[in-house]
C-alpha cells in the first residue's frame, strides 16, 4: 500500500477490513445466526471508530512537543484500552450479541493490516528477485 496521506492509508485498511468482513457476515446471514450478526457489526463497527480516533490522536500528536505528545498519546492509548473493556463488557452481560463475534469484529481489522503487510513484504520481495533477473 502506497499513500502519502494518513487519511487515504486509514481510508483504504478500512475498505480492505469491510471487505474481509463481508465473508463472515455472509455465512452469519445464512446460517441464520442474529446474535453472532450482531456481534461482529459490534465489533467491527468498534474496532473501525478506535482506528479512526487513533489516526487523529497521532495527527494531534505530531503538533506538540515531545513530552506533552508522549504523555498524550499514552493517556489516549488508556483510554481505548478503556473503550475495549466496555464493549467485551457489554458483549459478556448481552445475551443477545455473541461474544466470540465481537471479539472476531474487534480483531478483524488487525489481522486485516498484519495480512496486508505480509502481502507488501511479498510483493516487494518478487519485485526485487524480478529486478536482480534483469540486472544480472
Given at each position: 500500500m502506497k499513500t502519502n496521506s494518513p487519511a487515504e492509508a486509514e481510508k483504504e485498511v478500512i475498505k480492505k477490513t469491510i471487505f474481509v468482513a463481508l465473508i463472515?457476515?455472509?455465512?452469519?446471514?445464512?446460517m441464520g445466526e442474529r446474535e453472532a450478526l450482531l456481534g461482529l457489526i459490534f465489533g467491527l463497527s468498534i474496532s473501525i471508530l478506535l482506528f479512526h480516533l487513533k489516526r487523529?490522536?497521532?495527527e494531534k500528536s505530531l503538533t506538540m512537543?515531545?513530552?506533552k505528545a508522549n504523555t498524550y498519546i499514552r493517556n489516549r492509548y488508556f483510554l481505548n484500552f478503556l473503550i475495549y473493556f466496555v464493549v467485551l463488557a457489554?458483549?459478556?452481560?448481552?445475551?443477545?450479541?455473541?461474544?466470540?463475534?465481537?471479539?472476531?469484529g474487534v480483531l478483524l481489522m488487525?489481522?486485516?493490516?498484519?495480512?496486508?503487510?505480509?502481502?507488501?513484504?511479498i510483493k516487494k520481495s518478487f519485485e526485487e528477485k524480478k529486478d536482480?533477473?534483469?540486472g544480472g
Open positions: 463472515p457476515l455472509f455465512f452469519t446471514i445464512i487523529i490522536n497521532i512537543s515531545s513530552d457489554v458483549a459478556i452481560k448481552n445475551p443477545s450479541i455473541d461474544f466470540l463475534a465481537v471479539v472476531v488487525k489481522f486485516t493490516i498484519i495480512a496486508m503487510a505480509f502481502i507488501d513484504n536482480e533477473r534483469k
